[in-house]
């Protein structure tokens, strides 16, 4: 028996405008239930790609299949998807309930089974209650809510988002990322995820595709991409802090994995300062500063200005320096 085709297959895609490259000879597959995070700095083609596997833009080049069919022209509404951006698109004159049933309406559900549709999806996303209500009417985080129900109605094959939660403040931001976690896993969809933040991208996808300059630098399930970065660009962008430049090569250093405190050599503290997830600490060295975040009990161990610190340099990845 033959294997069933990937739910989205992109086959050297490339997209440009004018002279600025935007996408270059992307090639990736998602399969259904699978996150994928598209994971990037500002401006390296995560939206433009997004908007070509939604059929928003027409690559250059290249081919974007949905179940082993080519798809490439097919405008957004033949494609089986749901979207949401970072700007929720809310339709301002319609109460929350029409803004849901939208969807199903266009593709042909008659109204009845649409609001049907739009009330099972508001309950998904904890609305149910709302749905009389303007959009103006609702917080930030409660027209995201909306936006994602929106997407959800019609049942999609394929969620595509689009820095979803970048407009909220932080504590919104923790919550509904928890709720998109949940979602993710129940609605069965493929989901493709476009973020700039690499702790969205870990708590929300088990595959990451990290993107540089139009290109995926990197792809695989989302632990094995942040253990072992591909480049030191790339350890870098993920958020590692100790990287030592060498001839070529920087040699990346992880405190978790190579880090033995309270044995080995003497340090001096430079700086240990209250941090989000622990004490941020800074020891100096002669082959250089090592940066930490301790918790309270260990920071502890920070007695004066000194401290001992081992080194296991086996555990210490060597990485083409590419920055
Ligand atoms: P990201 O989503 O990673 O921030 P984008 O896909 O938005 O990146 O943009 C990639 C590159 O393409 C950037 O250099 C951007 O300026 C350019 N670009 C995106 N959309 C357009 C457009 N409609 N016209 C011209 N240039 C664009």
């Known amino acids: 028996m033959r ?13 440009r405008y004018g002279g600025t490259v935007a996408v270059q000879d992307v090639s990736l597959t998602l399969s259904p239930g699978e996150t994928l995070a598209l994971l990037g700095p500002s401006g390296c ?3 433009t790609l997004l908007r070509v596997i939604a059929g928003l833009e027409r690559p250059d080049a290249g081919q974007v299949r949905l179940n082993g069919q080519d798809r490439t022209a097919s405008p957004p509404e033949q494609r089986n998807l749901g979207l949401v951006f970072q700007d929720y698109a809310l339709f301002p004159h319609l109460n929350v309930l029409d803004n849901v049933a939208y969807g199903p309406r266009r593709r042909g559900q008659g109204r009845l089974a649409a609001k049907t549709a ?9 609305l149910d209650g709302l749905e009389r209500r303007r959009i103006h009417e609702l917080s930030g985080g409660q027209q995201q809510r909306v936006a994602l129900a929106r997407a959800l109605a019609p049942n999609p094959a394929l969620l595509l988002l689009d820095e979803p ?6 504590q919104l931001r923790a ?11 129940d609605t069965g969809a493929g989901v493709v995820l476009v973020t700039h933040d690499q702790h969205e991208a870990r708590a929300l996808a088990g595959r990451v595709a990290l993107m540089r300059a139009g290109r995926v630098v990197q792809i695989g399930e989302t632990d094995k991409v942040f ?9 870098a962008f993920l958020g590692e802090r100790n990287l030592y430049p060498q001839p070529g090569v920087e040699v990346l250093l992880v405190p978790e994995r190579a880090v033995t405190l309270g044995v080995g050599e003497v ?5 240990s300062v209250p941090g ?9 060295h002669r082959l250089g500063a090592l940066r930490l975040t301790l918790s309270p009990r260990e920071a502890g161990l920070v007695s004066g200005s000194e401290m001992q610190a081992e080194i296991d340099r086996d555990q210490c990845l060597v990485l083409l320096d590419d920055r």
């Open 276 to 284: 989000v997830s622990g004490i941020e600490v800074t020891l100096d």
């Open 267 to 271: 340090w001096t503290v430079l700086e």
């Open 175 to 185: 919550s509904l990322r928890q709720d998109l976690g949940r979602l993710f896993a």
């Open 227 to 235: 253990r072992r970065p591909a480049t030191a660009w790339a350890a």
């Open 118 to 126: 739009a009330r099972a999806a508001l309950a998904q996303v904890s």
């Open 165 to 170: 939660l970048s407009n909220l403040d932080e």
């Open 3 to 15: 294997a069933d085709p990937p739910l989205l297959e992109l086959s050297a895609v490339s997209r």
């Open 45 to 47: 083609g995560k939206s």
